[in-house]
């Protein structure tokens, strides 16, 4: 399965990727992580791994996404043993791949980045146990770049906030524009909020899961240590998604 986790900044889209890939790597399928997000750098810290080299750099130059077409190099498909090693960083059956960071001031946008995550999804090939989580950057720009098109489910992440219950209704249009079936995840939330949030929200029926604010979490957030805390209501969105 291909699933892409969005919302907004900082309501826990990659928190989620790394409690979702420690817990399908624990259920024994190979995961790949994703991480399409060209600004921040959090993601490979909370997997306890070292950040990879840019995918884009692969194909030598950002640029050359666009002129040579990276559709060829992928012509055929790609499966998860295609992938260049010296493009992944790998904990036991967890690998993880980032797609492009903007590095340096004034070295141009992200628009290679984005079509490279979209060309390249389109062309993963896996396995049945074999799982891809996509962590993606705030906002819906991915959706814009049709990269969400080529995913099986679309995992919007909602923290309690005014923001994150109208992007909800945004995300599930476009996800049914590109025919993909759109689960929300409530994360941060008491019981109040997320009885408000269950009431507000329009597709309310989509919410799978309602995450608390977990200390341990958090601690580990502010100091930029790995994730080591589960949560058991992981479980819900895995027999959601089932
Ligand atoms: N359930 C939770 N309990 C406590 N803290 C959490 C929880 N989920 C996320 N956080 C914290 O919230 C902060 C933002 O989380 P995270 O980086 O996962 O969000 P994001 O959506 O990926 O952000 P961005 O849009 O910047 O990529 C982090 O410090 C993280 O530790
Ligand atoms: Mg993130």
Redesign the pocket.
């Known amino acids: 399965m291909k699933l892409i986790l969005c ?1 907004k ?7 989620l990727a790394t409690l979702l890939a420690r817990s399908y790597a624990a259920d024994g399928k190979q995961v790949l992580v994703v991480d399409s ?1 060209e600004s ?1 750098f ?1 993601l490979h810290r909370q997997l306890g791994l070292p950040l990879p080299d840019d995918f884009t750099h692969y194909f030598g130059h950002k640029k050359g996404i666009y002129a040579d077409g990276a559709a060829d190099v992928f012509e055929g498909g790609w499966h998860l043993s295609d992938l260049p090693a010296e493009y992944c960083s790998v904990d036991g059956t967890i690998r993880l791949m980032a797609i492009g960071k903007i590095h340096d001031a004034g070295e141009g946008c992200a628009c290679a980045m984005g079509s490279l995550n979209r060309i390249f999804l389109e062309h993963l090939v896996l396995d049945e146990d074999e799982m891809c989580i996509v962590d993606t950057e ?1 906002g819906v720009e991915h959706f814009g770049r049709g990269v969400d098109q080529f995913a099986d489910a679309i995992l919007m ?1 909602a923290d309690p906030s005014y923001e994150s219950i109208m992007l909800t209704d945004k995300i599930s249009d476009m996800a049914k524009t590109f025919g993909k079936p759109v689960y929300i995840v409530l ?2 939330v008491d019981a109040a909020q997320e009885a408000m949030m269950r009431e507000s929200i329009q597709n309310s029926d989509k919410i799978i899961a309602a ?4 200390a341990a ?2 601690a ?3 100091k930029g240590d790995p994730l080591t805390a589960a949560l058991l209501e992981v479980d819900a969105i895995k027999e959601a998604l089932e």
């Open positions: 919302g900044g900082g309501c826990g889209k990659s928190t997000d921040n959090g705030a992440v994360n941060k995450l608390p604010a977990d979490i958090l580990a957030g502010l």
